[in-house]
Structures are given as C-alpha cells and as structure tokens.
C-alpha cells in the first residue's frame, strides 16, 4: 500500500490546518496519524477503524483535531483546530490491521507515508 500524505504548512496558534492521506488501495483496517517532534518520541495523534467505524485520539488532540474518511477516495483527512505551538512537528499516516488494543501503537501499522511538517507559531 501506497500513502500520499498532504497539507501541511505553517500556521499561527489558534489557527487550522487539514492534513490528507491518501491510499492507493484500501487492504487494511485502520488508518492513523502520528507526529514526531525534535527531542520528543513519536506520538500517536488519531485513528480510524473501518472495522468498528469509530475514531480514536491521542489525550493531547483530543477535542481539538477530527479524523475523517473518504471511503471511495480510500482518503483520511485530519483537521487540526485550535492549534499550538506544541502541536509543531513532522505529522505521518499509516495503514495497518490492527486489533482494538493496538490502534495507538505504531508497530501495528506496516504501511508509512512520507511525513508533513506542520509548524504552529506562537
């Protein structure tokens, strides 16, 4: 599987921003973002799991960014509001099949696209 990831940029606090990703075929059962910041580990940002229909988030975004499908686009989108400058890093989706206890985890996804650096000025 083929991921397109898109949209990111610069963007002032408070601000909004949405990111794409794009799959060249839909042979998994989840799809996720994660981001990784200078110094910091990778975090797990949102999920959604077409087995469930249900989308999952990370304490820090949650409230803030909605995780979003296109089905027949094999798409996810992210929309990122109220942004901080905490939120600054380099943002990846991914596609696996993951169970329920393992959607936050980034060993369980086997497909990577590149990443896009989201960059939040105070």
């Known amino acids: 599987v083929q991921l397109q990831a898109s949209g990111g940029g610069l963007v002032q606090a408070g601000g909004s921003l949405r990111l794409s990703c794009a799959a060249s075929e839909r042979t998994f059962t989840s799809m996720a973002w994660f981001r990784h910041a200078p110094g910091k580990e990778r975090e797990f940002v949102a999920a959604f799991r077409w087995s469930n229909n249900r989308p999952y988030y990370g304490d820090s975004v949650r409230g803030r960014f909605t995780i979003s499908r296109d089905n027949a686009k094999n798409t996810v989108y992210l929309q990122m509001n109220s942004l901080r400058p905490e939120d600054t890093a380099v943002y990846s989706c991914?596609?696996?099949?993951?169970?329920?206890?393992?959607?936050?985890?980034?060993?369980?996804?086997?497909?990577w696209g590149q990443g896009t650096l989201v960059t939040v000025s105070s």
């Open positions: 991914a596609a696996g099949n993951t169970i329920l206890s393992t959607t936050s985890d980034a060993r369980a996804y086997a497909s």
